[in-house]
């Protein structure tokens, strides 16, 4: 598998150590206890569950899936809810995980989805950030690193399902993509 990087971008340290420094921020920020911690499946899994771990006030865990990329490497604009929320967020403070915001327009539909279910604040955690795609803007409270505009795997985040078993992120050789 490590032969498929073209370069390794964060290694498993330096993930945990940023993860952690996220989670201590949204500690801080969420003390009255009223957090519900949306995962997007499947791309933020791993980043969620090592979040969710040194988050260390009162939260309920749930999940969105949504695709927008099919199997290619490019994104198709179209934003499909393939699973919905479990619970009943009106009046409560979301926090929605997501692995990487590129273009922006997964984040910006579900944004406008949730506010409209009348949750009373919502919110964003993002591992990575890609600028240079952006179309849509995001406003990203909590952000882990920017990366550059190169295919990234790893962590979670996959490339035709595969690479997300990954302990590091980096960047996949073109070949295996093109
Ligand atoms: P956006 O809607 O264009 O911002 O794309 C968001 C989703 O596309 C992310 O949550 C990822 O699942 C996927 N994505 C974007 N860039 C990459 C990448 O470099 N590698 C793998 N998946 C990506
Ligand atoms: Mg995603």
Do not use: Q, W
Request: net charge negative; glycine share 6%.
């Amino acid at each position: 598998m490590r032969n498929d990087f073209k370069e390794i971008l964060f290694t498993e340290e330096e993930i945990l150590a940023k993860v952690k420094e996220m989670a201590a921020k949204i500690s801080e920020d969420y003390s009255d206890g009223n957090l519900v911690v949306v995962g997007v499946l499947k791309g933020s899994v791993v980043f969620t569950s090592d979040l969710l771990k040194y988050i260390t006030v009162p939260c309920v865990l749930d999940f969105m899936a949504v695709s927008s990329y099919g199997l290619s490497s490019e994104s198709s604009g179209i934003v499909k809810i393939i699973k919905d929320l479990d619970y009943d967020i009106e009046g409560k403070d979301l926090l929605i995980v997501e692995d990487i915001v590129d273009t922006g327009t997964t984040l910006k539909y579900l944004l406008e989805y949730l506010k409209a279910r009348k949750a009373k604040s919502v919110e964003i955690a993002s591992l990575l950030n890609k600028p240079a795609r952006r179309k849509a803007e995001i406003d990203i409270k909590y952000l882990g690193f920017n990366v550059p505009d190169e295919f990234i795997v790893g962590y979670g985040i996959d490339y035709a399902e595969g690479y997300r078993n990954a302990p590091y992120i980096g960047v996949l050789k073109e070949e295996i993509y093109k």
